[in-house]
């Protein structure tokens, strides 16, 4: 069994980064309660309005004024792992604690064809061919769209997304949807691929949904429906706020973590109201506003900061902890995309996010680049090394081995470096390390030039593990009931 289709042994991790101090947590908490009970959110749907003022919150109108109590009940109801399994059945994830698993993002409009090299637009065969290269890759843990079925009707295109998502590849998926009616045909989807067991999917959970409050400080209708979904089914899901520092909340990182860690915490109180013990993975995607283009920014440092904060929280929490790594503005893989997708995956790594996305954006989040997913999947290997650290203990010190060889000894035929230097020394899969000469005698390829390559030999070559017949059917018929109630709305 290759490493991609099993739980992957997590690494201890022995190298830590830390943004906020244990003060500096407990006062962005205590500030996320008063936004809450003095503020107040505002929820556009009823029925949660209606539990939440049953459960002691004061409702005026949609604003809701949310008690700190309430917030520490869902803290404690709201499970502290989660185990995801793959479309086989078999653990793929264990979310919590310091372990960090990669995946891709969602919802990009564009993408570079890796054999001509142009930009299009996406659709749903673009997405199933990113999910088949993600398939692929050893160091990618879990799907998302990187693309739109924007062929297909607007009612249908995210549940095109998942089934597309869904025939790719095995791993799990995080899923994007807007309402009710993507949700029930994805639930249907879903339910399909594990032969129509609901009970499976409780118990073996192979999705999570992503939906985000409105910043600052509004829950739509649309997604608290989608809340209740899952909390009726006990479906895992994130909702992170996607704020923009210095836009829709303060511009410096404590007030907007602090405002961001409040909108977060009211989706979570609604949801272990609604269903308590429902899988809950917390965090945001607190990013700032570039103030001479007014675009959000994937490679800003603060961008990261703030991950790295929501990371600290999260472990205060002890809940598993949403995450975001290689993604660039850069518009085409060069020098600055490779230096901000490295940056930012070593800082997921050493912060401990659990359920880290959008590996493989461009052009702020507008572009996908299969190339920029495998560069990526050879950082994260480089980076899992790293976190590591430096094993001290008798073996290693290996002062035997230092005895036995000596002055004027060498150390490339012992036992010892036979035995360790797999496990203690990282090796590249794509990175370089010949001399010049070996390099020009192999082509003298650059790193780019390897790296579509790789794409070309994995598309070229590698598919999915196929669904079962009766659920390939299954999904037809659910896809082309989709297509008809599309056509009549």
Not at 401 to 425: A, K, M, N, S, Y
Not at 447 to 453: G, I, P, S, V
């Amino acid at each position: 069994m290759s490493r991609h289709t099993a739980l992957r042994k997590a690494d201890k991790l022995r190298v830590r980064m830390r943004v906020l101090s244990k003060r500096q947590i407990e006062n962005i908490h205590q500030a996320s309660l008063d936004i809450l009970s003095r503020t107040g959110m505002i929820f556009e749907h009823e029925a949660v309005r209606d539990l939440l003022k049953k459960n002691g919150a004061r409702v005026d109108g949609e604003r809701v004024r949310i008690p700190a109590n309430l917030v520490d009940q869902a803290l404690a109801a709201a499970p502290s792992s989660l185990l995801l399994y793959d479309r086989h059945d078999r653990p793929a994830m264990d979310l919590g604690g310091a372990r960090s698993y990669f995946g891709t993002g969602s919802d990009t409009p564009f993408y570079v064809d890796p054999y001509t090299g142009a930009r299009r637009k996406t659709d749903r065969e673009s997405v199933a061919t990113v999910a088949r290269l993600c398939d692929a890759l050893d160091n990618i843990d879990f799907i998302m769209s990187m693309g739109i079925a924007a062929e297909r009707p607007g009612a249908s295109s995210f549940v095109h997304q998942y089934a597309a998502m869904q025939e790719g590849s095995s791993k799990p998926i995080v899923y994007t949807a807007q309402g009710l009616k993507d949700i029930e045909p994805i639930y249907d989807l879903a339910l399909a691929a594990a032969g129509g067991d609901a009970g499976m999917l409780r118990s073996h959970p192979r999705n999570v949904l992503y939906t985000e409050p409105v910043s600052p400080l509004v829950h739509t209708r649309k997604a608290m429906e989608m809340l209740l979904f899952c909390a009726a089914n006990r479906l895992p899901l994130t909702c992170p706020s996607g704020m923009m520092a210095g836009a829709t909340g303060p511009v410096t990182l404590a007030g907007a973590v602090a405002l961001a860690n409040a909108e977060t915490l009211a989706a979570l109180t609604v949801l272990q109201l609604a269903g308590p013990g429902t899988p809950f993975v917390y965090g945001g995607n607190v990013s700032v506003m570039d103030m001479r283009t007014t675009l959000f920014t994937y490679g800003a440092p603060e961008f990261h900061m703030a991950f790295a904060a929501f990371a600290d929280l999260g472990h205060y929490y002890k809940l598993p902890i949403w995450g975001l790594a290689g993604a660039s503005d850069a518009k085409v893989l060069d020098a600055q995309a490779a230096a901000e997708a490295a940056y930012e995956i070593l800082m997921a790594r050493l912060s401990g996010s659990n359920l880290v996305h959008d590996v493989g954006y461009l052009g702020t989040g507008l572009t996908t680049s299969m190339e920029m997913i495998v560069l990526c999947d050879e950082i994260v290997s480089y980076t899992r090394r790293i976190g590591r650290g430096i094993e001290v203990n008798e073996k290693t010190l290996a002062l035997d081995v230092i005895d036995q060889v000596g002055p004027r000894g060498q150390f490339l035929d012992t036992d010892h470096t036979v035995e360790h230097f797999r496990q203690h020394i990282w090796q590249p899969r794509l990175f370089d390390r010949n001399a010049q000469d070996v390099w020009r005698a192999a082509g003298g390829k650059d790193l780019f030039a390897r790296l579509n390559e790789n794409v070309r030999e994995i598309l070229d070559t590698h598919q999915a593990a196929p669904l079962p017949a009766a659920a390939r059917a299954a999904v037809g018929a659910i896809l082309a009931e989709r297509e008809r109630l599309a056509g009549n709305e």
